[in-house]
């Protein structure tokens, strides 16, 4: 089970952070992700980032620089510092899970367990 949280209302330029406690069995390896969706838009991937401890990311060129994926395991939680937030980063923000991953490239799709989302809303 994904709980995700931290979503407010925020101006351009502004920061937030979004977090993911993930509760419940895991199969190492794994990955997780973030995900947005738009309204009247497609979900899309925003990063992702491995459970091993060398740590793997893979971020959209559209976040590249801006967003920065952690976690901390001792926490089981995953967390997306979002800085220089633009109107176009305004979406519900989904976090989710790929069991039994390994894969030198992570993946952006196909993830099995997704939390509930967290709304983010940059004003211009």
């Known amino acids: 089970q994904l709980q995700a949280s931290g979503g407010g209302l925020v101006q351009a330029g502004g920061s937030l952070r979004l977090s993911c406690v993930a509760s419940g069995s895991t199969f190492s390896p794994y990955v997780m992700g973030w995900f947005r969706q738009a309204p009247g838009k497609e979900r899309e991937f925003v990063v992702a980032i491995s459970s091993w401890s060398d740590v793997s990311t893979s971020y959209a060129d559209s976040v590249r620089g801006r967003f920065t994926i952690s976690r901390d395991s001792a926490k089981n939680t995953m967390y997306l510092q979002m800085n220089s937030l633009k109107p176009e980063d305004t979406a519900v923000y989904y976090c989710?899970?790929?069991?039994?991953?390994?894969?030198?490239?992570?993946?952006?799709?196909?993830?099995?367990?997704w939390g509930q989302g967290t709304l983010v809303t940059v004003s211009s």
């Open positions: 989710a899970s790929k069991l039994g991953y390994s894969g030198s490239v992570l993946p952006r799709r196909g993830y099995d367990y």
